[in-house]
């Protein structure tokens, strides 16, 4: 049995590309006792990898030029010397880049047997739906009949994010980069409205079309200019939970200063930053409700899947390029 790792090689001054990472045999882990071999299933990509590239001080430790890759992972126990995991069972959590690789179990989570998808895990029922419940839910808080925008709409959190919303009878109106992706969110997902960022019309002007009362709700995956018109339209008391800001995650430098002070204070606007481990005393019960809006089909697992642990970087890489409708994954 061969085993291979992705190991990250350089830290990037801008946009990451293939040159960030290598390709790289390795052996197959020897267990010890307590431990058990995981052969990996599926990988999540995610924008925040981004940020752990850099050396900075963040929630999340940088990488380590020279060490292995991580991010969250499905895996199959296929080796056990521990008594609590047994083979063929599967587990989540944060792993190496490596097709197998050995550990005692600490920070991962059992996956039940046939209760919803194994790759769910990594989307709806994983980290990304949990950010779009909590976020939306808790700071976000929608009332019905409100107007729910949500830019990165057409991505893992922002299309949990615009059904959520559609459950709590918002108008949902969604901001993504292609007309495919727009025609989707509305005629898949039943959008209210959706428009195309990159479509060269002036976005302010379909904004107003498509939140004909304003913006009650602004569900933030994206930041920078998107952001910065968004803000016309909000109205008073407008929440906003600023999930994400992938435009600027490959900018060296970042722009001075925030312009939309004026609207926040005149319009009593509430903006909150969160992370969604600020919530993990609650993982389970919103892991309960996302399942079953899943099994009475409310809420779909929407997913971009490339296969080949090689393809795992330009997986990534491709949600800078918005390659992916829904959760970005590789399958192993
Ligand atoms: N706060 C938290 O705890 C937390 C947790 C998870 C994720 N997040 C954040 O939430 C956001 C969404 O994450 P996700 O996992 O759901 O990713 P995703 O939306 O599935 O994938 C990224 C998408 O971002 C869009 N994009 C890329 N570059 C952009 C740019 N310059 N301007 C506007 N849009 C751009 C692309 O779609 P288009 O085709 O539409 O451009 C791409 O498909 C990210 O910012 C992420 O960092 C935060």
Redesign the pocket.
């Known amino acids: 049995m061969k085993n291979k790792s992705i190991i990250f090689t350089k830290r990037p001054k801008d946009f990451p590309t293939n040159e960030n990472f290598s390709v790289q045999d390795d052996i197959v882990p020897v267990l010890n006792d307590n431990q058990i071999l995981l052969k990996t299933v599926y990988v999540s990509v995610?924008?925040?990898l981004r940020g752990r590239m850099n050396n900075v001080k963040s929630y999340i430790p940088p990488f380590e030029v020279g060490e292995p890759m991580k991010s969250t992972i499905v895996a199959e126990v296929i080796e056990s010397k521990n008594k609590n995991y047994s083979v063929g069972s599967h587990l989540y959590g944060m792993l190496d880049w490596k097709t197998f690789q050995v550990s005692d179990g600490t920070g991962l989570f059992p996956i039940p047997k046939d209760l919803a998808p194994l790759s769910s895990y990594l989307g709806v029922l994983g980290?990304?739906g949990l950010?779009a419940y909590f976020g939306l839910l808790e700071i976000g808080k929608p009332k019905e009949n409100e107007t729910l925008l949500v830019s990165?709409a057409?991505?893992?959190?922002?299309i949990t994010v615009s059904q959520i919303g559609k459950i709590k009878g918002c108008r949902v109106v969604g901001i993504?980069?292609?007309d495919e992706?727009v025609d989707r969110l509305k005629n898949k997902f039943g959008l209210d409205a959706a428009i195309n960022y990159k479509n060269n019309k002036n976005l302010l002007n379909e904004l107003k079309t498509a939140c004909p009362n304003g913006v009650d709700v602004y569900f933030d995956?994206?930041g920078?200019e998107?952001s910065d018109t968004v803000f016309y339209l909000t109205n008073n008391f407008c929440r906003i939970p600023v999930?994400?800001?992938?435009?600027q995650y490959n900018q060296p430098t970042l722009p001075v200063g925030p312009r939309n002070n004026p609207f926040i204070i005149s319009r009593r606007i509430k903006m909150q930053g969160?992370?969604?481990f600020d919530y993990s005393d609650k993982y389970l019960e919103a892991q309960m409700q996302l399942a079953s809006w899943m099994k009475e089909g409310k809420v779909t697992l929407e997913e971009t899947i490339i296969e080949g642990f090689e393809n795992i970087p330009d997986a990534f890489l491709g949600?800078?390029n918005?390659k992916?409708f829904g959760?970005?994954i590789v399958k192993i």
């Not at 999930?243 to 435009?247: E, K, P």
């Open positions: 995610d924008p925040y980290v990304t950010t990165g057409a991505g893992a959190v922002g993504a980069g292609s992706k995956n994206v920078g998107v999930c994400g800001a992938i435009s969160f992370i969604v949600l800078f918005g992916n959760k970005m």
